[in-house]
Each structure stands twice: as structure tokens, then as C-alpha cells.
């Protein structure tokens, strides 16, 4: 399931199930809000996506991921809508194996205006004109847990995170040529795509990006020890495509 909603005011329009993998609707002037697996949500006239507090539909879809898996207390997440969930990500970071950060998204603090385009935060392909080639690459911000855990941090942890596929059709208006007659505005598009797909890795680090383990989508990652500082890395490694990640979360 997902919720649709305008771009301009975040007003909810209306909720959908989930396309078939492979399916591209338009969404010129709205966005899209995956519904984590398995979660159940109530939405009505009442319910609302910003300001991102406890009440949000955001808290409520985290709440009800959290709840499939009892065997977890807490969970951290981001749905990349507004400008102060880019301060959740470090876009100047160092990822797995040496990886810098290769990500287009907004901007969280300045210099110059502010802001954040929902279903926008692209993963980039690898860039294959540098040696070593270097992948996309995103890293989080430190996710402390210290306060949730009561100090005792925290030894495994499971990952969810959502990827879409974002093209834009080309602006087309001519008066000759083959084209002309033509006026075909520029349409957006979201394709729901595998979300694992191959070359595409996600790491986990709970020692602040000292060390990083690689891990599985909503598979239980055991990082043996207990510790509080928390990061997560995806990495791109595929050489043409974008990926645009929406949301992500850890529970632990």
C-alpha cells in the first residue's frame, strides 16, 4: 500500500495498493509515501503527514512496522520528506570500505535556501571515469540510542528501507519538423522496482562508522557486541542507474 499525496500543501489525496514491480504512473505535483511491509495503518480526514510528530501518519506507519516484529522495543526512521529529515543523513561522510558519499538530494541547512522534494534522494550509479571506480554512496547521520536503550545500546538490529525508480519524460512543443504539432508536457514518473536489487548493498555500523556489516532488507543482523551509535550505508554499484531511496528505519 501507498499514500498519495500533493506536493505542494502534503495534503493526503488518497491511498492505493502497491503497483505491480515494473509499473510507472505519473506524478507530476504529488508524491508517494510507501506504507511499510505488513504495517496497518487507518487513514482518514483527520490524518496528516507534517509536522512530523508522534500523531503523524510517518510515526504511525513506523509504529506499526515496529509492531510486526515484537521481538525489537525501538526503531529509528526517516521517510525523506521535508528539509530537517536531510539533518539525518551526512552527506560529507565516509561509507563501507572507503566509499565517499555520492547522493543527490536537498539541502537541510545552508548556505543558500532550504528544502527537500519527497521520492528525490538519489543513490548515484558508480562512477566508472575515476580509479578506483567509486558507487553511490549514502551514509546516515549517527542514529544515538543510547536514551531508548537506557544506556545498554543495543547488539541486533533489522533494516527496512523503500527504493523507487524516478524518470522524467522530455518537454516537447514544436511548430516544425518531425515533431511539429507536437506538445507533450514533461511527465514524472515512480516505478516500483525490486528492493534488492543486484549491485545495490545496504551496511549497518553501531560503532559510529569504525566498522560496518553488511545486511539483508528485514533480516536480523547480530552485531554480537552491545553499543550505542548507530549508522546506516547504502551503496549504488550499478553503472547507469539511479537509486531513489524514499525511506529507511532500523529497529533494534
Known sequence: MRVIADLSSFKILQVE?????????????????????????????????????????????AAALLARYPMYSNIAYNFLLEDSDILDLDLTATGPTGFITRVATGRGVGPGPLGQAPNTTAILPRNNTTAPARPGCLVTDTIDITIPTGGAGADEFLIWWYLWDLTTSEDVASDFGI?????????KSITEVDQE??????????????TWT??????????????????????NKNNTTPRYLAAYAVMF
Open 214 to 235: 553488511q545486511t539483508s532488507r528485514l533480516e536480523p543482523t547480530d552485531l554480537i557486541t552491545f553499543n550505542t551509535l548507530v549508522r546506516l550505508a547504502f551503496i
Open 179 to 187: 515533431f511539429a504539432g507536437t506538445n507533450n508536457p514533461a511527465t
Open 17 to 61: 495498493k502497491t503497483p505491480p514491480e515494473g509499473e510507472a504512473n505519473p506524478f507530476n505535483g504529488r508524491f508517494a509515501i510507501p506504507v511499510p511491509d505488513g504495517a496497518s495503518v487507518d487513514v482518514d480526514s483527520a490524518t496528516y503527514i507534517t509536522p512530523q510528530d508522534a500523531g503523524s501518519l510517518p510515526a504511525q506507519m
Open 197 to 210: 536489487p543486484a549491485s545495490f548493498e545496504v551496511w549497518i555500523s553501531h560503532d559510529d562508522g569504525v
